[in-house]
């Protein structure tokens, strides 16, 4: 499923002489045709290939000498082998003598690992931030990043966007009571994105309180905030073996729910993810395109929704030295 939106029109000042060079790693090449078509262009040509060892091979196939290039890529399954294929692709851009590289990464891997929990730990968040600066890279632009602080990891310009626009338009067309809407996050970590959603959808918030006993296992122990008798939707950033978020909605119903909806930004689908959605007791589950979903059975209660009309102006703007975070109304709420 696919939602169109529409941003304030405004004078584009794009250089003729150096537009936009859109390029695409082989991670995600349907969603790079569709930020090039709401940019009004395509997705310039490369050679990318696999010697017999599994070394990647890249060649760009125009002049980008002088030019802006973006480069869209996301770190998904299999992770390390996209991410050295976009490190070469962007070495082949700076040889190249691309004025600029953008790095778009709609998911970013290895994520997760932003802080030592425990002794003799890395922490590959800044491991894969110091790589792309190292490579060539002039900015990245990523979506609903883990935690904030990446951003912090990067000695580069950092432009972070939000899914969350599209996933609450999804909801505000949703025929549904939105009087008995509730915005929950399935974690403490979580709280300040779900807020975001509930103050955008004008519902209250509430919050499932968990404990990880283990690696990749999550259990859900109560709940802060009324639900009896809710529709309740559950706003995370990935769903990735779906244990956090099954367990959550099983609580929530046990707690009275009436409905509950699952909706993320990332819909990574590891291991028994998708088996575990469908016995779920969860209406339907809400996800982006930011990682392609390319499975041979998709349970019919996940909807996918398309982020290229947001990557795509992100892009625009970014190309155009205008606000990105105005995109998402940050400016006005701070000025309030």
Request: proline content about 4%; glycine content about 6%; aromatic content about 6%.
């Amino acid at each position: 499923m696919e939602l169109t939106m529409d941003f304030p029109q405004r004078e584009k000042v794009i250089n003729p002489t150096h537009d936009i060079k859109l390029f695409a790693g082989r991670s995600h090449m349907k969603l790079a045709n569709e930020i090039a078509e709401y940019l009004g262009t395509t997705v310039g040509p490369m050679i990318i290939k696999n010697f017999a060892d599994g070394e990647i091979y890249v060649q760009v196939q125009q002049s980008i000498r002088g030019d802006d290039v973006f480069v869209i890529q996301p770190l998904s399954n299999p992770v390390n082998e996209n991410l050295m294929e976009l490190l070469i692709i962007i070495d082949a851009f700076k040889r190249a003598s691309a004025k600029s590289i953008t790095a778009v990464i709609p998911y970013y891997g290895y994520a997760r690992q932003d802080r030592k929990t425990s002794g003799r730990e890395a922490i590959t968040a800044k491991l894969v931030a110091d790589l792309l600066t190292t490579a060539g890279t002039d900015r990245v632009l990523a979506m609903d990043l883990h935690t904030g602080q990446i951003q912090g990891f990067f000695n580069i310009l950092v432009d972070h966007v939000y899914a969350t626009p599209v996933l609450t338009e999804y909801f505000k067309n949703l025929n549904i009571d939105k009087s008995k809407l509730v915005a929950v996050s399935p974690d403490t970590g979580g709280v300040q994105r779900t807020r975001y959603f509930a103050k955008t959808l004008d519902c209250p918030l509430a919050i499932v309180d968990k404990r990880r006993d283990k690696h990749n296992e999550a259990i859900a122990d109560h709940v802060i905030g009324d639900v009896k008798g809710k529709t309740c939707v559950l706003v995370d950033d990935m769903i990735d073996t779906a244990g956090t978020i099954c367990e959550a909605s099983k609580l929530l119903k046990r707690e009275g729910a009436e409905k509950v909806y699952v909706c993320a930004a990332h819909g990574v689908f590891s291991g028994p993810a998708l088996q575990r959605l469908e016995e779920a007791p969860v209406e339907e589950v809400i996800v982006t395109n930011s990682i392609p979903l390319e499975r041979n059975y998709i349970p019919s209660k996940i909807k996918q929704l398309s982020v290229a009309p947001i990557l795509g102006e992100a892009i625009s703007r970014i190309h155009d030295n205008e606000s990105v975070s105005s995109l998402f109304g940050f400016e006005k709420e701070y000025k309030s």
